[in-house]
């Protein structure tokens, strides 16, 4: 079996050989299989059992120090006045422009703003000026301000003073403020509270005033530099228009212009010249086209002469004439008198009508003759007028430009007026927006300490810190203190737990007594073991641990007295060649071990170093002597395999006490040789860091584990010890103890 590698894993409390297909490499790959959970309600508890001692102090500091909050200070009473603050003051006038209310975000911003100016310097400074607390001598007492010789700095640390007791505070969605005082005298703290409200809402109100007053001096100065602009312009436009030889015919008439400005006679003349030229230029052209129609057309086609009731009378007289010549034709000849008259009556009448077509056709020409002088007149006229026109509208430039600066004056000065009137009505009727809901009253009762409230926050910050200091302590603590850490932290088997000593029992007392707490535990390991030991090949088992005195030695005698109990021949080798102490334990003799066998030039073999123990039933390896070669090249060299050979050979089983992890290499070359390594762990001493590394150099040479041993274990002080505590404790029957066997033959049946 020796060389083999050994893979086990945990099942029923043993462990079982596993095939080469499902080897684990290293301890590294081992999963204890533990489940995870939420909060862990039972490492909590045990969390405060561990550590009740120190949080029990804490919780009892914050307790007394509760206790001092409240005996020790003196008594501060507060007093409290309640002021209302208005965005918007009342209408006086019926017509200011009323301000919508604005948004929250608005109106916190005001109402900050007035908390802000009730808490300033200002506010301060005249409170103390009002109640004169810069001679008060109760006042400068209680602030320690009794030494300070009066000045300004006693009246600076006087308002200094007033502004670190005064609180301000505005409840929200509201526009109240509350304004606290403190002070150790009641009455001091009312009357300063009612003061400080007093005092805000006269300085609001003087601001006010200030503010009014100022814009009434300001407009009365406007109003009478505007009146003298305005009678200065008047008086420069007159001047101007009387050298210019100007007159606003507008005016004059009653008429103004489309624009307002001035409209002159030359202007008004042009613009009805200019009016009537147009109608004679549109007479003389309708006349025109009326004279070149008659000349291109007949006479007797002319719509005038149609029209003409004269030519109508004669062509009706005409068209008879021509009807009875025609009558008279029929029954008489042409030479005939009746009808040479009524020819010529005909001719007359042809005549006549000529005569007045023509006479229609030459009025048409004289109207166009009359239209076509009249045209030419009136363009005559607006000629000259537009001439005398051009030569006013250069005067008329300067004339508007003082025109306008007087519209200016004017307009400027009527609104200084109108706002003048408005602010000078304010000043009479100022409303301020601030007034006092509750007046501060003297309180009867202090308002700290506050004994209820003092205890509960010192209970809860005692518990708090308690818990907080339990929790960092926990996490901080990096011992292994048992197998619920072994199980938690390390990915190794736990094989078992070996109990700490109870009062004066002593390990050699323990170790014999079949029926104690350190056998059955030694037992359970055994039990977990026998998958390695109890076999038919010869197996290696190695012992060791972190550090030293952890227990590994012990263990190692359990170990082997119970393979020696079962009838196997078993070999214990101190292989602790530094600090071997095996001899020691068992009470043998060290003057030649392993130490010797190893050496150069020694000619003895294994059996002549091999000691028996007759109280254990097995054989012993002590360290033997010092030897000026270094223990981890003795160990290295192929003398030390060859002996686990011979004494393979020899022995059933090999157990080797070997030297612990850290610091030494001499661990790390033997776990390479065994069959398998049980690394001891001492509870409540052995940090969990140390653990790790030494497991990790084990792993890395080669070494084939099994798991750990926790050695010297105390139950209470353990997050999981109600299990093992039971364990341990587990009493037997008195009459079943008498009617046991022997120890010896107790040991032997296990």
């Not at 170990?559 to 009838?567: H, K, N, Y």
Request: charged share 20%; with cysteine; hydrophobic share 40%.
């Amino acid at each position: 079996m020796h060389g083999k590698t050994l893979a086990l894993t945990p099942q029923n409390d043993q462990l079982v050989r596993v095939d080469d297909d499902r080897l684990i490499q290293s301890y590294a790959e081992y999963d204890p299989g533990v489940p995870t959970r939420g909060i862990d309600l039972l490492a909590l508890w045990w969390m405060l059992v561990r550590n009740r001692v120190m949080m029990l102090a804490i919780v009892l500091v914050a307790f007394v120090i509760g206790l001092a909050s409240i005996w020790l200070p003196k008594p501060v009473y507060t007093a409290q006045a309640t002021i209302q603050i208005e965005p918007q003051t009342a209408r006086i006038l019926g017509t200011e422009n009323i301000t919508p209310d604005p948004g929250s975000s608005e109106n916190n911003r005001m109402l900050q703003t007035q908390v802000d100016l009730l808490g300033s310097r200002s506010t301060a400074q005249h409170v103390a000026h009002q109640l004169n607390l810069v001679n008060d001598p109760q006042f400068l007492r209680e602030a320690g301000l009794e030494n300070e010789p009066a000045g300004d700095f006693r009246a600076a640390m006087v308002t200094s003073a007033l502004q670190e007791k005064l609180n301000l505070s505005s409840p929200r969605d509201t526009r109240l403020i509350a304004v606290q005082y403190d002070s150790h005298d009641p009455a001091l703290a009312a009357r300063i509270a009612n003061s400080f409200a007093e005092t805000f809402i006269n300085d609001s109100l003087q601001r006010r005033l200030d503010t009014f007053t100022y814009s009434r001096n300001f407009l009365h100065r406007q109003l009478g530099e505007t009146k003298g602009r305005l009678e200065k312009s008047e008086s420069s436009l007159v001047r101007y228009a009387l050298s210019a030889g100007l007159v606003d015919a507008g005016n004059a008439a009653g008429i103004a212009g489309s624009d307002g400005e001035r409209r002159s006679i030359t202007t008004a003349s042009l613009v009805d010249l200019n009016s009537a030229y147009s109608q004679a230029q549109t007479n003389r052209m309708q006349a025109q086209e009326r004279w070149e129609q008659a000349m291109a057309t007949p006479a007797m086609s002319l719509p005038e002469v149609l029209s003409n009731p004269a030519i109508q009378n004669l062509t009706r007289q005409r068209a008879e004439l021509e009807a009875t010549l025609q009558q008279e034709r029929q029954r008489r000849q042409d030479d005939h008198p009746a009808i040479m008259q009524a020819k010529a009556q005909i001719a007359e009448m042809d005549r006549q009508i000529g005569a007045i077509a023509g006479g229609v056709r030459a009025s048409i020409g004289n109207q166009f003759r009359v239209a076509a002088g009249q045209e030419a007149a009136l363009r005559g006229s607006v000629g000259a007028l537009k001439a005398a026109t051009f030569a006013e509208q250069g005067k008329d430039v300067r004339y508007n430009i003082l025109k306008r600066e007087v519209d200016t004056n004017r307009n400027l000065y009527n609104t200084l007026l109108q706002r003048y009137s408005e602010v000078s009505t304010q000043v009479a009727n100022t409303t301020n927006p601030i007034s006092i809901i509750d007046r501060a009253q003297m309180p009867s009762s202090p308002s700290y300490p506050r004994p209820a409230l003092n205890m509960a926050l010192a209970s809860l910050a005692g518990v708090a810190l308690a818990l907080v200091a339990g929790f960092v302590r926990t996490r901080m603590d990096d011992k292994v203190h048992g197998p619920t850490d072994v199980e938690s932290d390390f990915r190794t088997p736990l094989l078992g737990v070996v109990p700490l000593l109870k009062g004066d029992e002593s390990i050699a007392e323990a170790m014999d007594d079949p029926l104690s707490a350190v056998t059955e535990a030694h037992h359970a390991i055994c039990l977990a073991l026998n998958p390695i030991v109890q076999t038919p090949e010869h197996s290696v088992l190695l012992l060791t641990s972190s550090s030293s005195n952890e227990g590994k030695s012990t263990i190692a005698v359990k170990i082997a007295s119970s393979l020696a109990a079962t009838g196997k021949k078993v070999l214990v080798i101190d292989g602790d060649m530094r600090r071997g102490s095996l001899h020691k334990l068992l009470g043998l003799a060290n003057q030649f071990g392993l130490t010797d066998l190893l050496a150069k030039g020694s000619g003895e073999g294994l059996m002549d170093a091999v000691q028996y123990c007759e109280h254990h039933g097995f054989s012993v390896l002590s360290r033997g002597g010092r030897s000026s070669v270094n223990p981890a090249e003795l160990l290295a060299s192929s003398r030390f395999a060859a002996l686990l050979d011979e004494a393979a050979g020899l022995y059933d089983a090999i157990v080797l006490d070997g030297p612990p992890v850290l610091g030494l290499a001499d661990a790390p070359r033997i776990g390479g040789m065994a069959d398998a390594t049980v690394f001891v762990v001492e509870a409540n001493r052995t940090s969990k860091a140390d653990v790790r590394i030494a497991l990790k150099r084990l792993g890395d040479a080669g070494a084939d584990q099994i798991g750990l041993v926790i050695s010297k274990y105390d139950p209470a002080k353990d997050t999981g010890a109600y299990g093992y505590a039971y364990r341990y404790d587990y009493p037997l029957d008195e009459e079943q103890i008498a009617g046991e066997n022997s120890p010896r033959q107790l040991l032997k049946e296990v």
